[in-house]
Protein backbone atom coordinates (compact mmCIF):
# COMPACT_ATOMS: atom_id res chain seq x y z
CA UNK A 1 0.00 0.00 0.00
CA UNK A 2 2.51 2.65 0.89
CA UNK A 3 4.36 1.89 -2.99
CA UNK A 4 0.92 2.68 -4.01
CA UNK A 5 1.50 6.48 -2.19
CA UNK A 6 5.22 6.88 -2.98
CA UNK A 7 4.65 5.58 -6.95
CA UNK A 8 2.58 8.73 -7.07
CA UNK A 9 4.51 11.35 -5.41
CA UNK A 10 7.37 10.23 -8.21
CA UNK A 11 5.07 10.93 -10.83
CA UNK A 12 4.47 14.34 -9.68
CA UNK A 13 8.47 15.04 -8.60
CA UNK A 14 9.43 13.69 -12.00
CA UNK A 15 6.51 15.50 -13.88
CA UNK A 16 7.58 18.83 -12.15
CA UNK A 17 11.36 18.05 -12.75
CA UNK A 18 10.92 17.55 -16.36
CA UNK A 19 8.96 20.81 -16.57
CA UNK A 20 11.65 22.50 -14.87
CA UNK A 21 14.05 21.16 -16.82
CA UNK A 22 12.33 22.10 -20.24
CA UNK A 23 11.80 25.63 -18.38
CA UNK A 24 15.45 25.92 -17.96
CA UNK A 25 16.46 24.63 -21.86
CA UNK A 26 13.54 26.69 -23.69
CA UNK A 27 13.96 29.71 -21.42
CA UNK A 28 10.25 29.50 -20.07
CA UNK A 29 8.13 29.65 -17.25
CA UNK A 30 5.11 27.62 -17.50
CA UNK A 31 6.17 24.10 -18.77
CA UNK A 32 7.04 22.83 -15.01
CA UNK A 33 3.25 23.84 -14.13
CA UNK A 34 2.58 21.74 -16.99
CA UNK A 35 4.84 18.63 -16.07
CA UNK A 36 3.15 18.85 -12.51
CA UNK A 37 -0.17 18.67 -14.02
CA UNK A 38 0.84 15.93 -15.51
CA UNK A 39 2.64 14.62 -13.23
CA UNK A 40 -0.37 14.00 -11.01
CA UNK A 41 -2.39 12.78 -13.93
CA UNK A 42 -0.20 10.28 -14.04
CA UNK A 43 0.31 9.71 -10.58
CA UNK A 44 -3.42 9.10 -10.75
CA UNK A 45 -4.41 6.83 -13.08
CA UNK A 46 -1.27 4.77 -11.91
CA UNK A 47 -2.62 5.14 -8.65
CA UNK A 48 -5.99 3.72 -9.12
CA UNK A 49 -4.73 0.82 -11.72
CA UNK A 50 -2.48 -0.25 -8.69
CA UNK A 51 -5.27 -0.07 -6.22
CA UNK A 52 -7.67 -2.03 -8.62
CA UNK A 53 -4.79 -4.68 -9.17
CA UNK A 54 -4.80 -5.04 -5.48
CA UNK A 55 -7.68 -5.39 -4.94
CA UNK A 56 -8.30 -8.15 -7.65
CA UNK A 57 -5.59 -10.26 -6.14
CA UNK A 58 -7.40 -9.97 -2.31
CA UNK A 59 -10.17 -11.07 -4.33
CA UNK A 60 -8.72 -14.07 -5.58
CA UNK A 61 -7.08 -15.04 -2.12
CA UNK A 62 -10.44 -14.69 -0.52
CA UNK A 63 -12.43 -16.52 -3.06
CA UNK A 64 -9.30 -19.43 -3.17
CA UNK A 65 -9.93 -19.27 1.18
CA UNK A 66 -13.45 -20.02 1.50
CA UNK A 67 -14.80 -23.74 1.22
CA UNK A 68 -16.55 -24.89 -1.67
CA UNK A 69 -19.88 -24.42 -2.18
CA UNK A 70 -22.45 -26.77 -4.19
CA UNK A 71 -22.40 -26.89 -7.98
CA UNK A 72 -18.30 -26.89 -7.38
CA UNK A 73 -19.08 -22.95 -7.07
CA UNK A 74 -15.74 -21.77 -4.48
CA UNK A 75 -16.96 -19.56 -2.03
CA UNK A 76 -20.97 -20.21 -2.54
CA UNK A 77 -22.57 -21.33 0.46
CA UNK A 78 -25.89 -23.46 0.01
CA UNK A 79 -28.06 -20.73 1.82
CA UNK A 80 -27.05 -18.24 -1.04
CA UNK A 81 -28.49 -20.94 -3.95
CA UNK A 82 -32.03 -19.43 -5.58
CA UNK A 83 -34.34 -21.73 -4.68
CA UNK A 84 -37.77 -21.56 -6.46
CA UNK A 85 -40.49 -20.76 -4.17
CA UNK A 86 -42.69 -23.83 -2.85
CA UNK A 87 -39.86 -26.45 -4.15
CA UNK A 88 -39.22 -29.04 -1.63
CA UNK A 89 -35.91 -27.72 -1.15
CA UNK A 90 -37.24 -24.36 0.08
CA UNK A 91 -39.72 -26.25 2.44
CA UNK A 92 -36.49 -27.95 3.86
CA UNK A 93 -35.12 -25.08 4.55
CA UNK A 94 -37.68 -23.40 6.09
CA UNK A 95 -37.92 -25.94 8.35
CA UNK A 96 -34.63 -26.01 9.47
CA UNK A 97 -34.96 -22.47 10.57
Excluded: C, Q
Excluded at 29 to 37: K, T, V
Excluded at 72 to 78: A, D, L, Y
Excluded at 79 to 89: K, R, Y
Amino acid sequence: MAALGSETVSHVLAGGLLGWILDKWFDTDFLMMYGAIAGIATGIVALIRGSLKMNRRLDEELAARRPEGPGGTPGRPESDVPVEPGSPARVDREKDR
